[in-house]
């Protein structure tokens, strides 16, 4: 795991995006586009062609709230693009096996809260204290005192393997697609961790992130350029699983679908050992 103390050439290449980003407090929204939802290179394409008006805004805001941390920020959108991209490389491709694994676990729970209990359900058991009733999600001893209508747009729910503490956040811009920002399950965390270990071991690393991402309805490409392997070798584990009997695919025209057997979702779920 690469070292990003204060003082090392690894924390110099990657400062911009730390000097935007402060522990506690205002950071701007463009560092968080939507269009992040669909990978890594389309949410920094997003952040590369902010407009020039909306980076000037948002920087001023930054400044304001901020104003030691301002005078370090001396942003250039390539550079900060930059950066955020060998930050991902040296601080988060080396756990995102460990991360992906924890968000699987998190959405298979606010699906099963979704679909026992619906929407009051769900969104009552985000985070402690956060409650939802009438139509109204509130969330108490936010940083500010506001309210954000959503007027139709739907809320988007971002689940956070780093955020500190329980209390959701929302971004600053209410014109923005509206998003709620909260913690994953604790819980989730240690036992998630538990099987995908438990997974590779078996199965091996990349069989295993294989297998989970048959679960998540990736494509073979989509596989492979998030594994960062080939699609060829792709295809050669997904042959292993299905052998094996934990994978079905099935041809529809020029596509391939892939999907868990039973046997194959069996142990994808099976709850960790101690």
């Not at 402060?22 to 920094?44: C, I, R, V």
């Not at 955020?84 to 676990?105: K, N, Q, T």
């Not at 295809?235 to 391939?256: D, E, I, K, M, P």
Request: hydrophobic share 45%.
């Amino acid at each position: 795991m690469a070292r990003l103390g204060p003082h090392s050439a690894l924390r110099h290449e990657v400062s911009p995006p730390l000097a935007l980003n402060p522990p506690l407090g205002y950071f701007p929204d463009f560092l968080t586009p939507a269009e992040g939802l669909h990978g890594l290179d389309a949410g920094l394409e997003a952040v590369a062609a902010t407009p020039r008006r909306r980076l000037r805004r948002e920087l001023e805001t930054f400044a304001a709230a901020h104003p030691r941390l301002a005078r370090r920020a001396n942003i250039h959108l390539a550079d900060l693009v930059r950066a955020m991209r060998r930050y991902h490389e040296i601080a988060l491709a080396p756990v995102w096996d460990r991360i992906r694994s924890v968000f699987d676990a998190e959405r298979a729970l606010r699906a099963r809260c979704f679909a026992e209990s619906g929407v009051a359900g769900l969104l009552n058991g985000l985070n402690p204290g956060t409650t939802f009733q009438d139509g109204v999600l509130e969330v108490p001893n936010y940083s500010s005192t506001r309210d954000l209508h959503l007027d139709g747009r739907g809320l988007l729910l971002v689940p956070s393997y780093f955020k500190r503490g329980d209390k959701p956040m929302v971004l600053a811009d209410p014109q923005l697609t509206p998003v709620l920002i909260y913690s994953v399950a604790r819980d989730l965390r240690v036992i998630a961790e538990r099987r995908s270990h438990g997974l590779a071991a078996l199965l091996g690393r990349t069989r295993a992130a294989v297998l989970e991402l048959v679960a998540e309805g990736s494509t073979t490409t989509a596989m492979a350029a998030g594994l960062g392997i080939s699609a060829a070798a792709v295809s050669q584990h997904l042959a292993v699983l299905r052998q094996a009997g934990l994978v079905v695919s099935v041809r529809t025209g020029n596509f391939v679908h892939h999907g868990l057997t039973g046997l194959g979702r069996s142990l994808l779920t099976a709850p960790a050992g101690g």
